[in-house]
Each structure stands twice: as C-alpha cells, then as structure tokens.
C-alpha cells in the first residue's frame, strides 16, 4: 500500500489525463459518462470503479467497494442504480481455502449493499490475479431531470463535504499495527495518538467508507444542487480541481476547512507525509463534495445529518480575488469545531497564504509539474501559468 | 500464462459458480444481463469483460480487449453498444516509460475498435497492478426486439460457431519461442510444426481475436438465431455448457466437428495439453456459438463468410439420444474438410463414442468434478448422475 503522498495502486492523476488525451472527445474525468441514447429523452449515466482491499474484514470490504462504485452515480444525483455488474479478481497468492472463503465474503458484503441500495447485482467478471480486487459497474438510465450534470457552480455557491478525510492514513496505520516490518512506524505514531484513538479511526473510516452517499444524492435534488464529485483516489485536491475545470462559468473554489479523522493530521505531519494537509492523501469511498446555492446550505446539512448520522463539513466558499477555476486554500481557514462520533476537523495553519493548486487549463501543466514534484506552492498569485 | 489444461488468469468455472451462488437470483452465467428499465419496454443489456495481455503487440491487444468485451453484446444480438467503458491496469513490474507507451497504444488500440464498432469511449477506470490488464464494460439500451435472448434452442437447430478454436495454444506457443526457460518446449513443438506454421498460427489468432462479431450479431437477426454465446475463457464445451443449461426446451448438442487452428491440435496430442480436443482449451475473443434453425444455416454461414472474409463453421447439430439439455462430443464425428486462411477443423478420434459433459443441472456436480481432476470421460451414457 502507498508509503508516501502517493497512492502506489492509482495511477497519478496527471500521467491518467495523459494518457487518456484523445479518448471520449476528451470529455472524461468526471465521476460518470453521460450518454444520449437512441430513444428519446433518455441518457445513460455509467460508471466503473474498482481497487484492492484495504480493510482485514471482507465482507465489509465488499460493502465498500459497492458503496464506492454506486458513489460515482450518486455524484450525478442519480438515486437509483438500475444495473450492477461486479468486478472481482481472486489472489493467487493465497492458499484456495483462504482464497476462496475471503473471495465469498467480498461478494456477499457486495451484494448486501447494493440490496440496502435499492439495487441488485446482475452479472460480473471474476479473474485471477496477484492482488485481489473488488469493485464494479453501476449505470442507470435517466431522463433530463434525474441526474444534475456536475457543471453549474455559480458565484456565492458554498460547497460541502459529506465525509471526513483521512482514510488512507487510517487504514494505513492499522495494517503497520499488524505488520513487523512496519513496528518502529507504529510506534512512531502512538508517539502522537493513543492505541486506542488509533483504532477509533479505523473503525471510523471503515464506517465512513461503508456509508451510502445516497441520501446526499436524494438532497442534492430537494435542494438544488448545481454540481458535484465524489473524492476518491487523487485527495480533496483533485477531484475538487476536477470539478473546478468542468464548470461553465468562471468560479474558484477556496477550501477553508479540511475536516479530518481525529488524530490523523498529526500523524500525516510528524509521522509520514501522506500530503493530507495539501488535499493530495487518497481518499476511498469518500464523500460527496457538492455546490448549493448558500441559501439551502444550512438545511441540506441539517437533514442529511439526521438521515445519515454523520456530520456534513462545509469546506469551501467562492472567493472573489481570483479569476478562472482556481482551487485554492485559503491563509484564512475557519476553524472547524464540530465534533461528533471521532470526526475532528482541524485548522489548517501557515505564515502565509498558500495556493496549492490552480486548475485553468492555460496553466495545468505547471501546477501539476508542480504537485508531482511534491513542492509546496507558497505563491499567492499566478498570472498565466507562471507562478510569480 | 496457462502451463496446462486451465488458464492461470481464470477462476474455474466450477469454482465461480459456487462463488457466486445466491447472487443475481442465481442467473448469472450467460454474456450479458438484461435488466428491465423503469421505462416501459426497455431493456438494459450489459456486460463486463477484462483479462490480461497475451500479444506481443499492446495495440493489437488493445484491439482485442474491445472486440472481447463487445462479443458479450453481440451473442445477445445486440448490434449496437451505446456506451462503452474502458477498464485498464499498467503494470508496476514495467519501468514508466515502457508502461506509458505500452498504456498509451493499448488505449489506442481499444478506441480505434470501439470507432470501427460504431461506438466511443466515455469512460472507465485506470489502476496499477502487478499484471497489466485491459477490458471494458459494454452497455445497450434495447427494446424486446434487439436482442435474442439466449434461451429458445429447439429440437433440430444446427450449431455454428463464426471463428476457430486453438486461440490459447497459438499464443503460447508464441511467448515460449521468445522465453529462455522455455525453449526446450519450443524445441518440441517444432518437432511437429514448422517455426513457420507456429508463426502463421500467431498472426492468424491474432486476427482472429481482434476481429468484431457484429456481422455476426446482424445477422443472427436476419436468419431468426434462437440462441447464442461466445467462446472464452471455459472453452467451448465450458460455454456449450452454459447455452445448454439456459434452454427453455430440453435439448443436447451433439458436437461433431471442432474447427482448430491449422498445428495446434498436434501441440496439445503431443507437447502440452490444454484438454483442446476435450473443448476445455481457453480462448480468447472468440467466435459465436450460434443456434440457427437448420433451413438458415446455409445462407447465414455463406453471407457471414463473405462479410467477415472467415469461414463459419458448423459444430453442432442436435442428436436424438439422450435426454436433457446435455452437451456431448460424439463418436462420429464429421471431418472438416474446409480449408481457408490457415484454419483446418480436424477430425476427433478415439475408439469409443465419448460423453465429455453433461449439464443436466441433477448431474452438474459429478460432471464438474470430473473435469476438474482432468480424467477423460469414456462412458457413453449417464443415468441420473452416475457415469454407468
């Protein structure tokens, strides 16, 4: 699993558009395809998504590989899944039993919650091969108003986060507790948390990353959501530049509040840098990042709260001092105080104000040479691609 | 890659259907599903298929990938796929820039195949694996009329099958001429074929593999099809297996003629067995298996012929002997006489008539487990599960 910023089983954002560039009229990115059919009206919305285990239990670890693939629908607003296909690979380097014991599990923990989603499983590939994965392919088939096509943030829209961040880290300190190898990194960390918060964090993130962003997708509608992503595997950062690059109109978005499983940012800082406080640690099964109008904000969060029982972070209002889809965090981050079931967000410091990254085309390429070089940005301003 | 009888990268079936029990209400099996859509009188069919390279030749592969993936839609009849998604992995065992490149013209090659196909790539998802793997999932929105549903084979349909057998072989064959470890197997191949023939062998799976059955999905609705799949991974008695168990009526198919690469049956009798002659030899990308009434055959293989430039041939024809849904290869075998672009059907011999499978689903167990020990099944009858 990653041991640094990056996620070894993803590949890096920048090398993906690369390499994709050409494909789909270059249109891919988002969290679904959406495609006109040939009956009228209609639209296909599909997605794919899939990775290896991070969890020790499978059957939950097929819950999260079916919430995480359904997120993607959800992202487009798109309640309800109309076909599931799972894709499953089984490890040749297990023992069969073993093999064939966790691989039943996966499916289970799968097919239960595309069940308490509304949905089934209809069919699926199975391979062989070095890593197990699981993951699979939701689609649905919408009329106009169904989905919300993730393209329409205006000035004055406030974003919210429907999960904290910090998973990878999490996961990630939970399999050095089991790992020899990894004994003087666990150490380090209960240097800096208690076993006992370590653990609460995992379970968190396992409870996190099993939830539905369901309700969230069933609210955006109620309350007019004008675009949104789910984060995943390239952190807070990229998907919100992601979206940030997909608008229509000309819109910033100032991330203020990075909400964060307790205890996981200062393992990220003293420990081993996962890039958390930069939006870059991956995410899985994240949760939805969503534009509102600022004057349905206050009761989305309110009823998603009590539908889902956790709570809604908002992290991000458009600032005005920028011109162009910048994804910026601000020097004049809030501090975000809410507390509930081990969810801490934590105040982001520095002297300065930081821009991390900026998302206008003309410029792409010198902020991500400059997120793959790991260096940190403290430029304030950019004025054509060239950091001054 | 596969050293015997069984593909390494494939779970086997008797295996993945255990899996997979109490899954999909338990239908899961045929090459794609077909869920019923909220809109009245449509139908979702879908399918995912993904495996790992086997040419040299990461465009040709890439290729390969779509032409596999969309096969699944063509053995339901469907002739166009709305929505193509595209699911890859780079290898982490390939230095960056070998990966880059190599991703790059797998990509390529699936985007050119899925443009001759008539369709586009909107999506999918990338990882990093240790095997580098391409695929894709393959969606259509139908009504009732555009696609065959694979059930209604009756009493006196013949059976043809739109590209060779062998596939498997040929590409091993292949990876042992350019592997040091491995050359004292090519040494022996070559006791039997000519390098030459090994090579033509290649260029002509190659081919083979990359080519769309769409002609052959058109026209199984012009000649009225009951029924129909493709041949992979299990092999084509693995997938006769399938079709048979899926008919509403009660009907065997007798196989009388296994059309093969021209050298690969003499690889697998005398170097290595694959179980080729037991019709458990993996292919990949391979032909449909058609179920025609016996009136069409005629016209529907000559019009295939002329469009695809291959030959069709016939496999199958129903026999009158055993009762229920059986798949058997016959005693009295056909000689495949006709020869065109290196694929030569030949005879199977053996002194007895040989039952190789039966799916009656009160024997599938016995059946099963036959195969997987890899005894080679003489008896000529089976009563109620026993082999008499």
Redesign the interface.
């Known amino acids: 699993m990653a041991t640094g910023e990056e996620d070894?089983?993803?590949?890096p954002q920048v090398?993906?558009l690369?390499?994709?560039e050409?494909?789909?009229?270059g249109?891919?990115g988002m969290d679904?395809?959406i495609?006109p059919?040939?009956?009228k009206d209609?639209f296909?919305v599909?997605?794919?998504?899939?990775?290896?285990p991070l969890v020790d239990d499978p059957y939950m670890q097929g819950k999260i590989g079916c919430a995480n693939v359904l997120s993607d629908l959800y992202a487009m607003g798109v309640v309800?899944c109309?076909?599931l296909?799972?894709?499953l690979a089984?490890s040749?380097e297990m023992e069969k039993e073993e093999r064939?014991i966790s691989?039943?599990l996966m499916?289970q923990g799968f097919?239960d919650q595309a069940e308490s989603a509304g949905t089934?499983?209809?069919?699926?590939?199975?391979?062989?091969?070095?890593?197990p994965?699981i993951?699979?392919?939701a689609?649905s088939?919408c009329s106009r108003g169904e989905f919300i096509t993730p393209d329409d943030a205006r000035e004055g829209d406030v974003l919210v986060l429907t999960k904290p961040l910090g998973i990878q880290i999490a996961v990630n300190v939970h399999q050095w507790k089991n790992l020899p190898a990894k004994a003087d990194k666990y150490q380090s960390v209960l240097q800096h948390i208690t076993e006992e918060e370590a653990d609460q964090a995992y379970r968190n993130a396992v409870k996190s990353m099993s939830r539905l962003n369901k309700n969230a997708a069933r609210l955006m509608h109620k309350y007019g959501a004008h675009a949104a992503t789910d984060v995943t595997g390239f952190g807070i950062l990229g998907h919100a530049r992601n979206l940030a690059q997909n608008q229509k109109r000309s819109v910033d978005f100032h991330l203020h509040t990075l909400p964060i499983l307790r205890g996981m940012a200062v393992v990220d800082e003293k420990v081993n840098s996962w890039g958390l406080l930069r939006g870059v640690s991956a995410e899985t099964s994240g949760g939805l990042f969503i534009a509102l109008p600022s004057e349905s904000v206050k009761s989305f969060c309110s009823e998603l709260e009590q539908l889902d029982g956790s709570p809604v972070f908002i992290v991000v209002a458009r600032g005005d001092d920028e011109k162009g889809n910048c994804v910026i965090i601000r020097e004049d981050y809030k501090l975000y105080t809410k507390y509930q079931q081990g969810v801490l967000a934590v105040r982001l410091g520095g002297p300065k104000r930081r821009v991390l990254a900026c998302a206008q085309t003309r410029c792409r390429t010198s902020c991500y040479e400059s997120l793959e070089t790991k260096s940190v940005l403290i430029s304030p301003r950019m004025i054509d691609g060239v950091w001054a």
Do not use: H
């Open positions: 070894a089983s993803v590949v090398e993906l690369k390499l994709l050409g494909i789909g009229g249109k891919i679904c395809s495609t059919l040939r009956q209609l296909m599909s997605t794919t998504d899939f990775f290896y309800d109309d076909n296909l799972m894709i089984a040749n064939n691989t039943r499916i097919n089934s499983v209809t069919g699926g590939q199975t391979v062989i091969n070095p890593w994965i993951g699979g392919t689609s088939v």
